[in-house]
């Protein structure tokens, strides 16, 4: 069986860290996906879907370091789903992705950029080093690749 989710979005907000008692930390940031198509009238349409997303542990500090609001970023991980009772005593559902891989795909804003494309950093919590796969036809913004031309 596999559970497997792969994204390729912007950050709605800087990612929220918080630590548990353990010592462990989690990271909690949104990302927006965009996809347009045209309706029936040929009017072009845009739809942004919202995920959340979280990291853990080493994950989370680097993401606290290095990921801002508006970064176009790679997300992988695994789609989970949670529930708990509000303090009105009534049940909530929530979805998120547990990312356990991202990639930062353009230069920071603002001082401090990566010298090349090639040297952003990219972090995993899998074993065997922290790189992630460049993902095939990532060019500038998400609605403009070759990806959009993909039959599914």
């Known amino acids: 069986m596999l559970n497997r989710v792969t994204l390729i979005g912007r950050l709605g907000k800087d990612p929220e860290v918080r630590r548990l008692e353990s010592g462990a930390a989690v990271a909690k940031f949104t990302l927006a996906t965009s996809e347009s198509y045209k309706d ?3 009017n072009k349409v845009d739809t942004t879907e919202w995920h959340n997303v979280v990291v853990w542990r080493s994950l989370a500090e680097i993401a606290e370091k ?3 609001k508006g ?3 790679y997300v992988e991980g695994k789609l989970t789903y949670r529930e708990y009772t ?3 005593n009534v049940k909530k559902f929530f ?8 990639r930062m795909l353009e230069r920071k804003e603002g001082g401090g950029s990566f010298p090349s494309a090639a040297d952003e950093p990219a972090f995993s919590n899998r074993g065997g080093g922290t790189s992630v796969p ?9 609605g403009d690749s070759p990806a959009d031309d993909l039959p599914f």
């Open 40 to 42: 029936k009238d040929g």
């Open 66 to 68: 290095f990921l801002k």
């Open 71 to 73: 970064m176009l970023i």
């Open 86 to 88: 509000d303090k009105d």
């Open 95 to 102: 979805t998120e992705i547990v990312a356990n891989d991202f």
């Open 134 to 142: 460049e993902p095939a036809g990532v060019m500038g913004d998400v």
